[in-house]
């Protein structure tokens, strides 16, 4: 139908032009907001992916998947270089609307003070988009009484796919408590900064630059209780997100390999959604969960239900070598 075809093009110009890939829990998925984020590693290798589902009570639903993979490439005195792989993926309606980005980030932090750490990141990435026409129905395929999908649809298209790269960069400063566990962490980024043309034909329509801001705090409140606040704020051509939340962690066992923390918060996209979610740390892993109530205008659509996301992390922390210690072969 040609129904059909007016909601792609109108999806395809709404992301073109204001939105692009977010996730709930960027605390636990940083670089889609700066490459700098590289740098703010627990350990000298990390792995993370996160699944978000969204709004499957409505004819056009988003499914996101993003995942990244980054480690310590070299390490000097108080200077630190990490390289990063990304993949983020979006499909979308029943033309399968896609939005596949590939992209290395490379990031260098270093240590001014004993508690303080600043570093700058930079990425590049393919982004391509993709729609499978043969899953969308015309209205020339209207055979009287039903529609005939082996009726021509007499709809012609310049192209199914295109492809472009995309360059973001970045800043950011943590600071960490010497003793305690008082932290912070603020970062800047700035993705699409070429405003690549991701259109199904040369001169189509070309990306918005997307300015991002976060910030993720925790306050020690007691020997295992901690209190955490974060926000974000990103705005990409008119659209504007902003999200803030708090949340307290428990710590419920501590030691070598047996470190176990819960952590629940409460988040406000405004204009949009209450999002409650929870976060397990478990040694090396990390497991958040999150769902979007939607309490915006679209809730007519979509009865409050938003989206589920879940986040998984590992982080290797190598253990350091005790004095006298000898060290032994594992067979």
């Known amino acids: 139908m040609r129904n059909t075809l007016a909601i792609i093009t109108l999806f395809s110009a709404t992301t073109v032009y204001g939105q692009d890939l977010h996730f709930s829990q960027f605390c636990l998925n940083p670089a889609t907001i700066t490459p700098a984020a590289l740098v703010i590693a627990q350990g000298d290798m990390r792995a993370a992916c996160v699944y978000r589902s969204q709004w499957q009570r409505v004819p056009v639903a988003y499914e996101t998947f993003s995942g990244s993979f980054d480690c310590t490439a070299a390490r000097t005195g108080g200077s630190l270089l990490r390289l990063g792989l990304q993949l983020q993926q979006d499909k979308a309606g029943d033309g399968g609307l896609a939005w596949l980005q590939t992209g290395l980030n490379a990031a260098v932090g270093q240590q001014i003070a004993t508690e303080h750490q600043l570093g700058a990141g930079f990425g590049v990435s393919l982004i391509q988009r993709r729609v499978d026409t043969g899953n969308l129905t015309f209205q020339n395929q209207w ?23 995309s360059f973001s960069a970045g800043l950011f400063w943590q600071y960490r408590a010497e003793t305690g566990r008082n932290s912070a962490v603020a970062g800047a980024g700035l993705n699409h900064i070429n405003n690549p043309d991701i259109g199904f034909e040369p001169g189509g329509n070309r990306l918005s630059a997307r300015a ?13 209780d901690d209190a955490v606040l974060f926000g974000a704020w990103q705005q990409m051509s008119a659209a504007r997100e902003v999200l803030v939340g708090a949340g307290y962690r428990r710590i419920l066992t501590t030691g070598t390999a047996n470190y176990t923390a819960v952590q629940l918060a409460l988040a406000h996209r405004t204009n949009d959604a209450l999002i409650p979610s929870i976060q397990v740390d478990r040694n090396n892993w990390t497991l958040g969960i999150s769902y979007d109530f939607n309490i915006s205008s679209f809730n007519t659509a979509t009865s409050g239900r938003g989206g589920m996301e879940i986040a998984l992390v590992w982080n290797r922390i190598p253990v350091p070598l005790q004095n006298n210690t000898r060290t032994c072969p594992v067979f």
């Open 143 to 165: 055979g009287g009484d039903s529609f005939d999908p082996s009726l021509p649809g007499k709809e012609s298209f310049p192209a199914a796919s295109g492809i472009s790269p």
């Open 212 to 224: 991002a801001v976060y910030l993720h705090t925790v306050i020690q409140a007691g020997e295992m």
